[in-house]
């Protein structure tokens, strides 16, 4: 029995948001990816394909399953992350899914549990087919997607391939270009004294007001450069705290800023634009530091990638409209991309992810699945 189509896709579907795999390191009262994973493993295992965990970190496990057919060196790896976004802000049940016409409810419902059963479908269907690739197909379902990718990290260590799709909620669309962020903290310091003493003290949260100037004025610049299919890169202030009440001049103040970064943009190009803010400050005697404290690189692949084609000759070949475009968040297909596997992010319509009533159209998961086979039929030809 066909495992692509949708009384099947949305029993798989079903059974994945009814298990809590909210990322424990957002939630700390929730479990993690522990029982998904043994509930992923069981369904791969069970559709013939060789499975192994991969420790991520103790009790998170990466899920990757693999299915050989001949003797052909190609290696397509289709992967969607496990974990989900909390639930407190939900006004629908989060673990109880339900159906109404074409959407089905829950968290994880659209990110990205749809995509992770389009693979697991996928998968299932390719299994009982013989002789239809030459090559291997391995599934990674990943774990900690929404906090520090530290499953995609681990993944690349162990699985090499030629090409991935990496499943998210992006309206069946090939994203073939993400953005990257960085985060920076500076420091501006001044000169603590009673706030009756004007001659002594010195206002480090006034001193940063000039820092804000340089900021909004470098975001100026930013905004006149564009990237074709990302727009232009940007920068704002996230978080601001100095001062230690109202009679006491603030000897420090501390600002956070995310600098959202296109292709091209490097950490030292990063790192370079907020030193020489730094140094302007210090001309005009104003004594600041600043340090990059995480960053993540965009990444693109290009249109003519063979993955790329074969996912959008497979969704023509199903009748199924596929734009090329690009993507403003970081997805887990940037580390994928640096570590040399050339990745199109793709999956059904419906959320974006974390929404309160969060929801996935049924129709575009089979849509989904359907494509993600003819690619891996393609791609693995
Ligand atoms: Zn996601």
Same mark, same amino acid.
């Given at each position: 029995m066909p495992r692509i189509e949708r009384e099947s896709i949305v029993e798989l579907l079903k059974g994945l948001v009814a298990i809590d795999s909210v990322n424990p390191c957002m939630s700390p009262s929730h479990k993690g990816e522990g029982e998904i994973g043994e509930h992923v493993a069981r369904l791969l295992q069970a559709a013939g394909l060789d499975v192994e965990l991969q420790q991520v970190t103790e009790g998170r496990n990466n899920v990757i399953g693999r299915l050989r057919r001949g003797n052909g060196e190609k290696r397509l790896l289709v992967l969607a992350h496990m974990d989900t976004v909390g639930? !407190?802000?939900?006004?629908? +049940? +989060? $673990?109880d899914p339900a159906v109404v016409g074409d959407r089905l409810y829950g968290r994880g419902s659209s990110d990205t549990k749809a995509g992770l059963a389009a693979a697991v479908a996928t998968a299932e269907d390719l299994a009982v087919e013989? #002789?239809? $690739? !030459?090559g291997e197909l391995v599934i990674a379902a990943t774990v900690d997607e929404e906090y520090e990718a530290a499953g995609v990290e681990a993944l690349v260590k162990k699985v090499k391939a030629d090409a991935a799709v990496d499943l998210e909620p992006v309206g069946m669309k090939a994203i073939i270009a993400h953005k990257g962020f960085a985060w920076q903290r500076f420091r501006v310091l001044g000169k603590a004294a009673h706030g009756s003493d004007f001659a002594r003290g010195i206002d480090a949260i006034i001193r940063t007001g000039r820092l804000l100037e340089e900021l909004s004025s470098l975001n100026g610049k930013l905004s006149k450069a564009s990237h074709p299919m990302l727009g232009p890169p940007s920068l704002h202030a996230s978080q601001i705290s100095g001062g230690e009440g109202w009679s006491t001049y603030p000897a420090s103040c501390t600002l956070t800023v995310e600098r959202r970064t296109v292709p091209g943009e490097t950490r030292e190009k990063i790192e370079d634009e907020f030193r020489m803010i730094v140094e302007r400050l210090a001309s005009e005697g104003i004594e600041a530091s600043t340090e990059l404290c995480f960053f993540r690189p965009a990444t693109e692949i290009s249109p003519d990638e063979r993955i790329v084609r074969c996912l959008v000759n497979s969704a023509a070949k199903n009748g199924i409209v596929c734009p090329v475009e690009g993507m403003a968040a970081w997805p887990e297909a940037g580390t994928l991309n640096l570590a040399g596997i050339p990745t199109v992010i793709y999956g059904p319509k #419906?959320?974006? #992810?974390?929404?309160?009533d969060e929801y996935v159209e049924i129709g575009s998961v089979v849509q989904c699945a359907q494509v993600l086979k003819s690619t891996v039929l393609d791609f693995l030809g």
């Open positions: 639930v !407190d802000t939900m006004t629908i +049940p +989060p $673990f013989r #002789g239809n $690739f !030459d #419906g959320c974006t #992810g974390h929404e309160a």
